[in-house]
């Protein structure tokens, strides 16, 4: 398989993986009790943070949408990559690597943190990722 198609493969996945994610975390609701409470003093309990008035929940949102702004740009980035293996796959050079070894931070992450959706993402999109840079042509990258 080409880099190019492995590229445009990883910008879908990624993009399915932000759609996920963002509808994942704005409709979220507590199944039990326990976890509700938790849920309502994110809501309801206020700090300040830096000058700013702030609550959990304003926190736990603002850093899934910055998730989120992540996951598109990566997308994007893995689309302009296609692009460029197919063109001028010298231009890609050491970002092929640092894309891969980004999306693997990310995995581990997922592996510690998550659940399940999230590791398999990550998983593909590291698999796809170092495959598309082993392919790209030998004194490329």
């Known amino acids: 398989m080409s880099a190019t198609l492995l590229y445009r493969i990883s910008a879908v996945v990624l993009l399915i993986f932000a759609v996920g994610h963002t509808m994942g975390f704005m409709t979220f609701k507590p199944a039990s009790a326990d976890a509700l409470a938790v849920y309502q003093a994110m809501k309801s309990v206020h700090f300040d943070l830096s000058g ?40 890609i050079g050491a970002l092929a690597w640092a894309f891969v070894a980004v999306q693997l931070i990310c995995l581990e992450l997922s592996i510690r943190y998550f659940f399940l959706a999230p590791m398999l993402f990550s998983g593909a999109i590291v698999l796809l990722l170092a495959w598309a840079a082993w392919s790209i042509p030998k004194g490329s990258v």
């Open 52 to 91: 700013s008035t702030r609550t959990y929940s304003a926190l736990y949102t603002g850093f899934g949408l910055m998730v989120t702004a992540y996951l598109l740009f990566a997308a994007f980035l893995a689309w302009h990559l296609a692009s460029l293996a197919r063109t001028q796959p010298r231009a």
